[in-house]
């Protein structure tokens, strides 16, 4: 589950002059994402420590070159790793750049011992390709928002069990050329009254004064729990084509517009009394 660090280097905190032991062998780290990293735009540093050895993890930071600056993990205490133990730090990540290929990631692990504490940068493995994809995304973001900014900003609840969400379309002042928005992709929680996918057919000029385009949504499911633990039940991906080549993008919405789709849910599902 990773692939074996590479020891860069290795710095003793304090004043010794003798070099700390390096890393056990067997100790591996990933980046990873799970299902509900994706909405608050975070990954996971998996730790595993598959030495003999028990370590304690006291920080880490991601580097990467689509990212801003270093993605360092909130650590509020130190995590004891013992042996065959598999950890996940969670790691916010600052505003991504385009990078098609950002090149390999690097983490740096702060380890405490009776000696001090030590700093090993290392290389990560990255075995499904998540830093690579979130470089092309932000690719696929700045493409479209040379052009406009589309994000969903209302919903507005039906009698019939269904909604209208609001899509507001403000094109870049200034800006120059054209995109075409070709449809909207349902959730695993939303689709749309049309199908899976609402049909957006709209060109969009820099030039364009601000617009609105409305999609009416409806449940996919309605059992509790899908509601009440929705991680991305609410993001929608919004295809475009840009400069004749296909996008797709999460479709931006502020966490009111968030919270009114689930709120809009759980009413349509019976759940609650509907507004």
């Not at 209302?154 to 995109?179: F, H, M, Q």
């Not at 749309?192 to 060109?203: I, K, M, P, V």
């Not at 004749?244 to 009394?273: H, I, K, M, Y």
């Amino acid at each position: 589950m990773g692939a074996t660090l590479t020891l860069v280097g290795v710095a003793l905190a304090g004043c010794s002059a003798d070099a700390p032991p390096a890393l056990p062998e067997g100790l591996t780290v990933s980046v990873i994402q799970q299902r509900g990293d994706i909405a608050p735009g975070r990954v996971q540093l998996r730790v595993d420590n598959g030495s003999t050895e028990t370590l304690v993890v006291s920080g880490a930071t991601l580097t990467w070159a689509a990212l801003s600056e270093p993605a360092a993990w909130a650590a509020h205490r130190t995590e004891v790793i013992g042996p065959g133990r598999v950890i996940d730090l969670p790691v916010a990540l600052p505003a991504l750049r385009c990078a098609s290929d950002g090149g390999t990631a690097s983490v740096t692990l702060e380890i405490d011992s009776t000696g001090g504490t030590r700093s090993a940068d290392v290389t990560a493995d990255d075995p499904l390709g998540i830093l690579p994809r979130l470089g092309a995304a932000q690719c696929d973001r700045d493409a479209l928002g040379a052009i406009a900014r589309i994000e969903a900003t209302a919903v507005s609840a039906r009698a019939d069990g269904t909604a209208d969400l609001t899509l507001s379309i403000t094109p870049t002042a200034g800006g120059d050329g054209r995109i075409e928005l070709v449809a909207l992709r349902g959730t695993p929680l939303l689709h749309f009254a049309a199908g899976e996918e609402a049909t957006l057919d709209t060109t969009v000029a820099a030039d364009d004064g601000p617009s609105t385009i409305s999609v009416t949504v409806t449940p996919r499911r309605c059992d509790p729990h899908a509601i009440a633990e929705d991680k991305v039940g609410t993001l929608f991906d919004l295809v475009a084509r840009v400069d004749g080549r296909e996008v797709v993008v999460s479709l931006e919405r502020p966490q009111s517009v968030a919270d009114a789709l689930l709120e809009f849910t759980a009413a349509a599902c019976g759940l609650t009394p509907s507004p």
